[in-house]
């Protein structure tokens, strides 16, 4: 059985790509090194569209309308420009009400985009841009640290790390967050209450990964402007052994935070990367491996969610759970000695 | 092609949930159809693996080493058709319910009338609706434009005017969605499905085509304003639906091409075969199967030949889960557990098994947690699917009217539990009235076989009769009003040996009378205090009732199902039904 990795690396190579949701401009080039927050590309939009309705406005048919309308598909105008006139001695107008550009024209109607807005794609990790996909985004490749998470708010950036985790299952209260902290990404536990958010967006701090959220705090977490990373899922939950002690050997390294909402389908997973210069390019690990003995696991679910382990043996066909249900399992020995039995699907990978 | 080599081909058929992923191998024995077995593996339509195809193959590995024959040949290929050497299958069919759940927008011209009906079709699959235009509606052309941008829809479905009626505000609707269409990204255009006045069908061409992602143009779901007419439309929205899934997910269109088109949403296809079963064995009162997996919760129920669908991804067991506890409070499913425990604990457990949906309870805590969340969910598909049922006028409308067959499947029954904990959450979500049998489709079988139908009809007609449901045996369900504790029904089984067994029911109880499967008895039923065990208040009577798993089941537990408002005593007495049905 295929089972999903988690990438909690010390140094491997890292290749994203990041696309626009549509078509756009692409802003860097090949072999251009670029930051976190860079826009590598951009697309703009319409936040609202006009649909004037010439043949109407000026009791004849479309037909006849579409002789009196003066804009085609693609112009730009002004507020007041003229969209149509009807002609003779007491002729009237259509002006344009604001200024935009003409989406289309034709069958006596008039449709106008306004109110321009962009959506900016930014590259997420440093690192160098080996292929551009015109008009939708790039690939970027980096190497170093990859500390995948669960769960993320849709934001990115990146900065000075300060761990405030002492302990895997820390929790980490608003106190702990001091002015010294300004501009800092901040590595923290359990965060069970607003106040903890608020004083990390009052500071501000440049992104938060914690171990674990509690569940009602997920609408504020969604609106804070700076990423925040989930290590390991919601309600009280100790940060996962293998994450902790990576990240808190990299206290005080600049750090790339891509707290990437969630987005089972298409999207990647919220991660750390935190750049190393090496000699020699390491791959770039598997996404997806068969369950083999001696791997390290994280669990997926209660009562032990969060903890790794390593595989002790894989047993042949179905395994009796202590839920009484039946499924292929794995004998897994924890960190602490003690060894269970967990279904493979409450397990990944951890590598 | 020669009718006798259609009729003996063997099937594989693949069903990928969001879950798990399962390959069936139907084949013919000893001159039926029969089912032989099926490999299953966990859904890789999500990240890391972000290809169903992956999934499909580990399940036919797996059901490969189950059967000894091979079924995949050079490069992992499915060997099709089945060779001389007996290796490879003749024909593939799937079903699909994995992907994300598709935004909607749907248009009528009465908020009442042709709205509703384009709701109800919606319901019949995986989507939500996002957005809703109809003629009261009051914003400008241009607002309604970008209200429909802004939703970014999947499937718009455009219903509205009765056949040769008012058709100029539907043009306008029309051009509104088509300008939509036209301002959106090529591939993110959603595919339309048209069910409205059939006599603008031409203008409805001219205007989407070329504009829409698809277009579809079905008879009319309203051809009079009396009249709702969904199937016709359910099965192209259905074709829709795998339009959009090829488009979405890796590996569809590469499952779709082996089988040929064949390929169907998976509740649809529920749909389908209860729609066979409910003319097959000419109900009376109706065929219900309900299904309730990581995807969604869907009910299908027949009526005479006619079939309510309603698709719920709002009470599927996976990533929505986290949103569950906006159609329910934490006491509808704190209700259901025995265990005294802190409801935050459930709601936890809610956001962090939408982050994992593949994942299993592995202790007993964690498993009475999670068939308590299945039991509410399905229980608030049931009651939501209930309201489009067509009222006998007897049956209040917070109960079921009496049904001939209840059929349920789905991971959250069928996978891993007991027989008697399948049944206990079975007769507490659906709560059923009358006498009838129940059937647990253990492998997911039923949408498989309404897949299957469509390739060759003797399959699904032979899997039925060949024993691939366990049946439960036959549930009586008492209705009464009685103090808990007081006697409301006397009754006597009389074995096919002649002996018998008697009980006296009382108002709260449930309660099991062997009779194995195979086997029919005669059940005297004599109520008390105008109870009604299914022959009408306070009638008594003599039927004969067939065996299974669990024997003769009678639930005198009330309907709708009361619980003890004392949180001690309602544990107590959950754990005593639990007892009763074998822990």
New interface residues.
């Given amino acids: 059985m295929l089972a999903p990795v988690l990438h909690v690396l010390p140094v491997t190579t890292i290749v994203r790509e990041r696309l626009l949701p549509a078509a756009g401009k692409v802003n860097v080039s090949v072999n251009q090194r670029v930051n976190p927050t860079d826009v590598v590309a951009e697309a703009s939009f319409s936040r609202e569209h006009l649909l004037l309705d010439v043949a109407r406005t000026f009791g004849v048919s479309p037909q006849a309308a579409d002789t009196m309308i003066k804009v085609q598909a693609g112009d730009v105008l002004k507020q007041g420009a003229v969209i149509a006139e009807n002609g003779g001695f007491f002729s009237r107008s259509i002006k344009a009400p604001r200024a935009g550009r003409v989406a289309a024209a034709g069958s006596g109607q008039v449709l106008m985009e306004v109110g321009d807005a962009r959506i900016e794609l930014r590259a997420g990790l440093p690192g160098m841009v080996v292929r551009v996909i015109p008009e939708r985004g790039v690939v970027i490749r980096t190497v170093g640290a990859l500390i995948q998470g669960t769960w993320g708010n849709g934001r990115v950036d990146h900065g000075l790390m300060t761990s405030l985790i002492e302990r895997p299952d820390d929790i980490l209260t608003p106190d702990r967050l001091d002015v010294s902290l300004r501009g800092s990404v901040i590595l923290g536990g359990y965060v069970g209450d607003a106040a903890t958010l608020r004083a990390a967006a009052e500071l501000p701090v440049r992104g938060l990964i914690v171990s674990s959220l509690h569940f009602s705090l997920l609408p504020s977490a969604v609106q804070m402007r700076f990423p925040i990373l989930v290590l390991d899922g919601f309600g009280m939950m100790p940060m996962n052994s293998a994450a902790f002690e990576l990240l808190r050997t990299h206290d005080k390294n600049a750090v790339t935070v891509n707290a990437e909402f969630p987005d089972r389908y298409g999207g990647g997973r919220p991660e750390v990367i935190i750049p190393k210069d090496v000699v020699n390019e390491p791959d770039e690990p598997e996404d997806y491996v068969p369950f083999a003995v001696g791997q390290k696991v994280r669990m997926r679910r209660a009562p032990h969610a969060g903890m790794i382990g390593s595989i002790a043996a894989l047993p042949a066909g179905l395994s009796k759970l202590p839920s009484g249900l039946r499924a292929p399992a794995a004998e897994v020995r924890l960190e602490n000695g003690d060894t269970l039995l967990v279904p493979l699907v409450n397990l990944e990978v951890v590598g | 092609m020669p009718t006798s080599l259609v009729q003996t081909e063997s099937v594989l058929a693949i069903e990928v949930g969001t ?1 798990v992923t399962r390959a069936v191998l139907f084949d013919v024995v000893e001159g039926q159809y029969r089912f032989i077995a099926v490999g299953k ?2 859904s ?7 290809d169903i195809g ?1 999934g499909v193959r ?1 399940a036919i590995t797996a059901l490969q080493e189950i059967t000894g024959g091979q079924l995949l040949g050079q490069g992992n290929n499915l060997i099709t058709p089945s060779q001389p050497d007996g290796s490879g299958v003749d024909a593939v069919v799937a079903v699909i319910s994995t ?2 759940v598709l935004r909607t927008v749907i248009v009528g011209l009465l908020s009442d009338v042709s709205v509703q009906s384009a709701r109800r079709l919606a319901e019949t699959t995986y989507a939500r609706v996002v957005e809703a235009l109809d003629l009261s509606d009051h914003r ?3 607002q309604q ?2 209200a429909v ?1 802004r939703a970014r829809p999947d499937l718009v479905i455009l219903t509205g005017g009765t056949d040769g009626g008012a058709s100029r505000a539907m043009l306008k609707t029309l ?1 509104a969605i088509g ?1 939509a269409c ?2 959106m ?1 090529a591939e ?1 255009r959603p595919m339309v499905l048209y069910a409205g006045n059939e006599h603008l069908a031409g203008e409805v061409h001219e205007l989407l085509d070329a504009h829409a992602g698809a277009l579809k143009v079905s008879p009319n779901v309203r051809p009079s304003l009396e009249v709702e007419h969904l199937d016709p439309a359910s099965s192209e929205l259905a074709s829709l639906v795998v339009n959009l899934r090829r488009r ?2 890796k590996g569809v269109e590469e499952l779709n091409a082996l089988t040929g088109g064949m390929m169907l949403p998976t509740s649809y296809a529920q749909g389908r075969m209860v729609r066979f079963l409910s003319r097959q064995y000419e109900s009376t009162r109706g065929v219900l199967s309900v299904n309730i997996g990581a995807s969604a919760a869907s009910v299908a129920a027949g009526f005479n030949g006619e079939v309510v669908l309603r698709t719920y991804p709002q009470f599927g067991l996976g ?1 929505n889960l ?1 949103g569950l506890l906006q159609h329910t409070d934490i006491e509808g499913i704190l209700r259901w557990l025995a265990l005294d425990i802190d409801p935050n ?1 459930i ?7 939408s ?2 949906p ?10 009475a947690i999670a068939q308590a969340i299945a039991r509410q969910a399905l229980y608030l598909a049931v009651r939501a699917a209930r309201r489009d049922f067509p009222n006998d006028g007897r049956a209040a409308r917070d109960v079921l009217p009496p049904l001939d067959l209840i059929i349920a499947g789905g991971g959250a029954v069928g ?4 027989l008697g904990q399948s049944l206990l959450l079975l007769l507490d979500a659906i709560q059923p009235v009358g006498i009838l049998p129940m059937l647990v489709d253990q492998n997911n079988l039923l949408p498989l076989l309404g897949v299957a139908a469509s390739r060759n009809h003797f399959l699904p007609v032979q899997v039925m009769d060949s024993g691939a449901f366990i049946g439960l045996g036959t549930i009586i369900s008492v209705i009464a009003s009685a103090n808990y504790g007081e006697p409301i029904l006397r009754v006597k089984m009389t074995y096919s040996d002649g002996t018998d067994a008697r009980l006296d029911v009382k108002f709260g109880g449930l309660e099991i009378l062997p009779l194995p499967s195979g086997q029919s008895a005669r059940l005297s039923l004599q109520p008390l205090q105008k109870a009604d065990a299914g022959l009408g208040p306070g009638r008594s009577g003599t039927v004969t009732v067939t065996g299974g798993a669990m024997g003769v089941v009678i639930d005198a537990r009330g309907r709708p199902l009361k619980f003890p408002s004392d949180a001690v005593r309602r544990r107590e007495l959950i754990k005593k039904w639990q007892y009763t049905v074998g822990g």
Wanted: glycine share 6%; charged share 30%; no cysteine.
């Fill in positions: 879950a593996a966990p890789t339509a999500e990240v890391p693996f972000k992956i580990e992907g994300p400008k052309a241009d434009l970008d941008i051009e300008l036209y301002l990204p993110k979405q997910l990533e986290s604990a709601r936890e457990y809610l956001y962090q098994k982050l994992y593949g994942t299993l309870p592995a202790t007993s805590d964690d498993h996978e891993g539990l007991s």
